[in-house]
T-cell receptor, first 113, second 110 residues
Framework: KAGVTQTPRYLIKTRGQQVTLSCSPI?????VSWYQQTPGQGLQFLFE???????NKGNFPGRFSGRQFSNSRSEMNVSTLELGDSALYLC????????????FGEGSRLTVL | QKEVEQNSGPLSVPEGAIASLNCTYS??????FFWYRQYSGKSPELIMS????GDKEDGRFTAQLNKASQYVSLLIRDSQPSDSATYLC??????????FGRGTSLIVHP
């Protein structure tokens, strides 16, 4: 069974630009969560999508948005990039609501210059 | 504000010893507890989940949960250099969205 796939793995942007990251969950998993990881703040929850609907949302500004497609693939978008957006962005596939177990992709490392 | 607290470490133990990692949480209605391992430059990997008070063993790993004390721990027996990583504690309540601690860095030296 293939794991969670994230693309691109690495990217460099400049302030003011926007970026789109993609995530394909484990086959059969319908929930996709996005996290931001930085050395200063640790793992912070961005949002969760289930059946093409945002089901939960963290405390991030509106510049961070996402969507989910009918095949459960998800994208997140960050507009008007700031230096502080430099981070590892992790997508996680939910193994089941009863278990709450998350399976992470390898992440997309974003550097904003 | 749900909080999950871990000692950042590093925790340094000799090869073959028992490593003990600890975590406390603030939300009394938490129901699900997880330990993830994250190697440097890699993504977190689930190694243990525990849902009821007591101990849960899986190979060299034992998770311990005490809901009354709001405390969860991870014991690693016969620690190996390959266990050197950051260990993240995660706690979830009714929404099943976990809150993560900032992790404890473990170093196992030969």
């Amino acid at each position: 069974k293939a794991g969670v796939t994230q693309t691109p793995r690495y990217l460099i942007k400049t302030r003011g630009q926007q970026v789109t990251l993609s995530c394909s969950p484990i086959s059969g998993h319908r929930s996709v969560s996005w996290y931001q990881q930085t050395p200063g703040q640790g793992l912070q929850f961005l949002f969760e999508y289930f059946s093409e609907t945002q089901r939960n949302k963290g405390n991030f500004p509106g510049r961070f948005s996402g969507r989910q497609f009918s095949n459960s693939r998800s994208e997140m978008n960050v507009s008007t990039l700031e230096l502080g957006d430099s981070a590892l962005y992790l997508c996680a596939s939910l193994g089941g609501e009863r278990t709450g177990e998350l399976f992470f992709g390898e992440g997309s490392r974003l550097t904003v210059l | 504000q749900k909080e999950v607290e871990q000692n950042s470490g590093p925790l340094s133990v000799p090869e073959g010893a028992i490593a003990s990692l600890n975590c406390t949480y603030s939300d009394r209605v938490s129901q699900s507890f997880f330990w993830y391992r994250q190697y440097s430059g890699k993504s977190p990997e689930l190694i243990m989940s525990i849902y009821s008070n007591g101990d849960k063993e899986d190979g060299r790993f034992t998770a311990q949960l005490n809901k009354a004390s709001q405390y969860v721990s991870l014991l690693i027996r016969d620690s190996q250099p390959s266990d050197s990583a950051t260990y993240l504690c995660a706690v979830a309540g009714g929404s099943y969205i976990p809150t993560f601690g900032r992790g404890t860095s473990l170093i196992v030296h030969p």
